[in-house]
């Protein structure tokens, strides 16, 4: 873990996701620099995520416990918040408070790439909520995803 | 509170701060635009920044519980963490993580403005620490600031 100050572009960027197929298709593309794990904090997470031409941030969700918060820093994303579209430009933000039920996801509909700054808090007991999709995660004990279609079926 | 998107820089700039004179000095020219509280965010902070030539984020401090993170937004704002110097430019970020003991400040060195976004969470029980200075804060039950010397007499 560092202390001293860099260049958000020089921590290295990961691309695994825990969705199965066929979600995980829906987040090719996307890319996450894990600046807040670089710093060990533990509180939060702060990434500067990029997606590609044509990728999502993540299924459009919600969450009981964690807030989001996401600030645009490159390229023009869009938001959808429910059904409801928002063309995003650099400057840009919008903030996602834990239990509102109103589900988010950024796609990147343009022909360039698209990064932006996203927080979360690590409030314990959260849940994410799939409204549109068949897909339940539950974040064991062990600190290990259990990922499961909302029958308890597992993937 | 919002749950739409919007240009940062439109959220209302405040300039107040808790620390009596003659701190108060230290952080005028400093403006915040409450981003996080904007969107009813109660887990963690976000706000956006600004620093006049020659103002401070704050006084050198470091917290107990409270895990801090800036993003350079514009300017070239100067890191100090303790005695250590950092010259930073949009792009760059740092963390703080919480108990490391390592003092941090911004400071506006140049003759145009700087703005960055700061993150940090709202842990129960936090104390700030300030190093270099006779001062000492502590949040009451009641939500309310106590601002003191450190033998206790307040100011």
Do not use: W
Request: aromatic content about 8%; some cysteine.
């Amino acid at each position: 873990m560092s202390t001293e100050p860099l260049a958000a572009v020089t921590v290295t960027a990961v691309t695994r996701t825990i969705y199965p197929q066929p979600f995980a298709q829906v987040v090719a593309g996307r890319s996450k620099r894990r600046l807040g794990d670089h710093f060990g904090l533990g509180n939060f997470g702060v990434n500067l995520t990029e997606l590609a031409p044509g990728a999502a941030s993540a299924l459009l969700h919600h969450h009981t416990r964690q807030d989001e918060f996401i600030y645009v820093v490159a390229g023009t994303p869009t938001l959808m918040l429910d059904d409801r579209e928002y063309l995003l430009q650099p400057g840009d933000c919008c903030g996602f408070k834990a239990g509102n039920g109103i589900g988010h996801q950024l796609i990147n509909k343009s022909a360039a790439p698209a990064s932006y700054l996203e927080i979360g808090d690590r409030s314990a007991g959260d849940l994410p909520f799939y409204p549109n999709d068949d897909l339940h995660v539950e974040l064991n004990a062990d600190g290990n995803y259990a990922i499961a279609h909302k029958d308890g079926r597992p993937y």
